[in-house]
């Protein structure tokens, strides 16, 4: 404890007072038998309502090129100490310290990831118990490990239409901050956002995605830079369709550097780099089928670089077209391949791509150039200059 000098010569202890560990009275955190819901939402009525400041006027979001930067704060964590419900627009938490009304907010348990992670805003607060902005999307069970975090997409929009997002670095603070999964979060996130464009903006160190946008037909992302995030650089997914990422670079990422989720479709992906990303440097799979992917650069990835994903065949990524790719370097810690084609897959075209190894020899982990699986349909081979030990390796029994 500091001690501190008075001016008559005394001194004075300066302490701090901290809550009992052992033999403390438990609290009840139980509902109280006068706590009801409002007529028209599913939480109880609220002490302390949210407090709307008024800023300027027909403001837009856009940034000053390199200059204007968001970073997210360090987030707030506790247990629930009650179930949260589906559908319940409250939780009671066990330590709601850090916690304010006006805050974004994740919730989910051991068994409610992906889409039923639930995203929301703090609307009020009553002690322990939190009125949210959104329904609960799934039962968050204090016997699955329940939590809520202060964690949220640094900047999201939700059922938009023709909104533009230019010239803002996004910091996500990732060491500060837990996880959050990309269906629901990223450091730029959409959902429904459609006709967005997302133009020169830079995402790093986000706990989770760096860019990722859901149900969102028609955006365009153009001259970002996603890197250093834990999850996936960019993540167009849930029947995103007709998206077009061009001139991008996704960079050093804890997962793929691209990411086409389910249903992404008639897509146009050119002159991007993909590079050092801690999986594949793309991954296409569940319905992803008709898109077009060229001028890009695959390089330096640590497993395959271009991936299709084990899909039976009414869920294959079909009708895919690859051209003029640079596809090299590929294979961290083990044996890779330039493109690696799983599943029921069919009707591919990988036309005029350079798939190489430059490094040392001994080096090299990319020896594979094109790896086609057992159950995949026609893949059309037109062009191609490879450079690796095996150029072609095609494991169907007939072809």
């Avoid at 804890?254 to 793309?282: A, Q, S, T």
């Avoid at 695959?298 to 079909?318: C, L, Y």
């Avoid at 003029?324 to 961290?332: A, D, F, S, Y």
Wanted: glycine fraction near 12%; aromatic fraction near 6%; include cysteine.
């Amino acid at each position: 404890m500091p001690l501190i000098n008075a001016p008559s010569g005394c001194l004075y202890l300066l302490f701090t007072v901290l809550p009992l560990a052992v033999g403390a009275e438990k609290q009840d955190l139980a509902p109280s038998p006068d706590e009801q819901q409002l007529p028209r939402a599913m939480h109880s009525k609220m002490k302390e309502p949210p407090r709307i400041t008024v800023g300027r006027r027909d403001a837009e979001v856009r940034g000053q090129s390199g200059k204007t930067i968001l970073r997210k704060a360090k987030a707030a964590v506790s247990t629930l100490a009650l179930d949260g419900d589906y559908g319940e627009e409250q939780v009671t938490l066990t330590h709601p310290d850090g916690f304010k009304v006006g805050d974004g907010l994740a919730i989910w348990d051991s068994q409610s990831g992906g889409f039923h992670t639930t995203v929301a805003r703090i609307t009020g607060r009553n002690g322990h118990i939190l009125s949210i902005s959104r329904p609960l999307n799934a039962d968050c069970l204090v016997a699955n490990k329940a939590q809520a975090a202060t964690v949220f997409p640094v900047v999201s929009g939700y059922d938009l239409e023709g909104a533009r997002l230019e010239n803002l670095v996004i910091d996500g603070n990732k060491e500060e901050n837990v996880s959050l999964n990309g269906c629901r979060g990223g450091g730029i996130f959409l959902y429904r956002g459609f006709g967005t464009v997302i133009e020169d903006c830079h995402v790093r160190h986000y706990h989770g995605d760096g860019l990722s946008f859901q149900q969102s037909n028609d955006v365009l992302v153009e001259g970002c830079v996603s890197e250093d995030n834990a999850g996936l650089g960019i993540h167009p997914g849930s029947g995103s369709q007709r998206p077009v990422v061009r001139g991008c670079i996704a960079r050093r990422n804890g997962e793929d550097g691209l990411f086409l989720c389910w249903r992404v479709r008639h897509g146009l992906f050119e002159k991007n780099i993909l590079e050092d990303n801690g999986r594949f440097g793309i991954s296409i799979g569940h319905k992803d089928t008709d898109n077009l992917l060229q001028d890009n650069q695959v390089k330096s990835n640590h497993q395959d670089g271009i991936f299709f994903r084990n899909e039976t065949e009414g869920m294959a990524g079909h009708r895919n077209r690859l051209e003029n790719n640079l596809i090299e370097n590929n294979g961290r810690n083990a044996q890779a391949a330039g493109i690696r084609v799983r599943g029921e897959t069919k009707d591919l075209v990988f036309k005029n791509n350079l798939i190489r190894d430059t490094r040392p020899v001994a080096e090299r982990k990319q020896s594979v150039g094109i790896r086609i699986e057992e159950a995949a349909g026609e893949v059309i081979l037109e062009g191609n200059r490879i450079e690796a030990a095996t150029q072609v390796e095609d494991r169907r029994s007939t072809h």
